[in-house]
């Protein structure tokens, strides 16, 4: 098997390569990608000798290339990194990159006829129609890393759903007044109870839009209408998502809350690579509770809701904002719910339009990056 890891240095990135240390001996690695930590991008290099490695810019290039001491090709820029993704002579591409920067990758990936394991939910939220009508068309393998995607591809095998059950573990403000998430800053924000993973997801984590992108990104991977994927808060983040089926049987997927495991899935299905990841003890987990969202407080869901169920070119345009958003949160820049502010603001305005090729996605983001301009920060 031959690897390509885009955001190798990231949570996921990182992780994708301990699977692949601790757990695919014969998997060779043959593209990794940064973005500014040069440190960990170059021991990376150094250890599993790619043909080709990715970085910002032209800086970032000269720092790694004096701390590398194999033979990379070092690239740069957005053709780069399409590079990386459909150039090198990886099979499949691991796509962990964060937000809209993974789209492009992704679709030169596919063109370029390599399977995908899919980290980057931010791809199938923006353009999820092409990105799976592209895979069917190319015939090349979509694999889901995000555990609770994971956790219903395992669950489903092949067959009809009468519902899905998303399960959320609600972030660090569940059961929290709406005054004090008000209140909440990023430091706040970044403690999440139960996984540890790169800051835009913790605080997509915390204002439950991750769970609005997982809603999304679920219709497109398992071809499913939004009203029929439910989400619940199970806070113990044991059951990593549910499968009902029309007699009502209910089939979940357990395990303890280790990334590891769906990227090892995501590569080796069907096929189970035995390992020692610590294993989950029923006796000593606890108990697992159930609760539903709680939309007033954590309106982000709501909205992604909403996004879902009116298409076309809206969840690309709330993907745009959320991302700008989060970052002004992460700087301070704005509140906790200046971030569903900005995105209601938006809906209120925007008129959807379909998705039938790339452009239209460019169009609905250039429209959102105005919109964001013309507002500025509060
Ligand atoms: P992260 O911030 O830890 O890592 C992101 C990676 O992308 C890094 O290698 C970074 O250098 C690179 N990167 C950042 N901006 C870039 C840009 N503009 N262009 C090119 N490269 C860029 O993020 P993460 O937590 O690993 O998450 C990655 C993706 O996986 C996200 O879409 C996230 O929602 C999804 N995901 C993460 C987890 C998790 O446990 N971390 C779980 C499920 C899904
Ligand atoms: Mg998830």
Redesign the pocket.
């Known amino acids: 098997m031959k690897i390509a890891v885009?955001?190798?240095?990231?949570?996921?990135?990182?992780?994708t390569l301990d699977v692949v240390r601790e757990c695919l001996p014969h998997a060779r690695i043959t593209a990794l990608?940064?973005?500014?930590?040069i440190e960990?991008?170059a021991r990376q290099v150094n250890e599993f000798k790619p043909l080709a490695c990715?970085v910002?810019d032209e800086q970032a290039a000269k720092d790694l290339a004096g701390k590398i001491n194999v033979r990379c090709e070092i690239l740069i820029g957005e053709a780069g990194?399409i590079s990386c993704a459909s150039e090198t002579n990886a099979d499949i591409v691991v796509?962990?990159?964060?937000?809209?920067?993974?789209l492009k990758p992704t679709l030169a990936a596919i063109n370029a006829g390599k399977h995908i394991a899919l980290?980057?939910?931010?791809?199938l939220v923006t353009a999820g129609e092409l990105v799976t009508n592209l895979a069917r068309e190319k015939n090349v393998r979509l694999t889901p890393?995000?555990?609770?995607h994971s956790a219903i591809w395992q669950c489903l095998d092949n067959n009809t759903p009468e519902k899905i059950i998303l399960t959320a573990s609600g972030g660090p403000f569940r059961g929290l007044p709406r005054e004090k998430i008000a209140a909440a800053t990023a430091k706040d924000a970044l403690k999440h109870p139960n996984?540890?993973?790169?800051?835009?997801?913790?605080i997509?984590s915390a204002t439950l839009m991750?769970k609005g992108?997982e809603l999304i990104e679920a219709m497109w991977l398992f071809d499913q209408p939004q009203e029929k994927i439910d989400v619940v808060v199970h806070p113990q983040s044991i059951i990593h998502s549910m499968v009902q089926y029309e007699d009502g049987s209910i089939l979940a997927q357990m395990g303890l809350a280790d990334?590891r495991l769906?990227i090892l899935y995501a590569l080796s299905s069907p096929e189970r690579v035995k390992n020692n990841f610590a294993r989950l003890d029923l006796l000593t987990c606890g108990d697992l509770t159930f609760e539903p969202p709680n939309t007033d407080n954590f309106p982000c869901l709501a909205l992604a809701r909403h996004a879902a169920q009116q298409g076309g070119t809206l969840p690309a345009v709330m993907n745009y904002i959320n991302e700008w958003a989060v970052y002004e949160f992460l700087s301070g820049r704005i509140s906790f719910y200046g971030i569903s502010d900005i995105i209601e603001q938006a809906f209120g305005i925007y008129t959807i339009k379909e998705v039938k090729t790339l452009d239209d996605v460019n169009e609905a983001e250039s429209w959102a990056g105005e919109f964001i301009r013309e507002r500025g920060t509060p």
């Open positions: 885009l955001g190798s240095t990231g949570s996921i990135g990182v992780q990608s940064g973005f500014s930590n960990t991008l990715w910002r990194l796509n962990a990159l964060v937000g809209r920067a993974g980290s980057n939910k931010e791809t890393i995000d555990s609770e996984w540890s993973m790169g800051d835009k997801i913790t997509d991750n992108l990334m769906p």
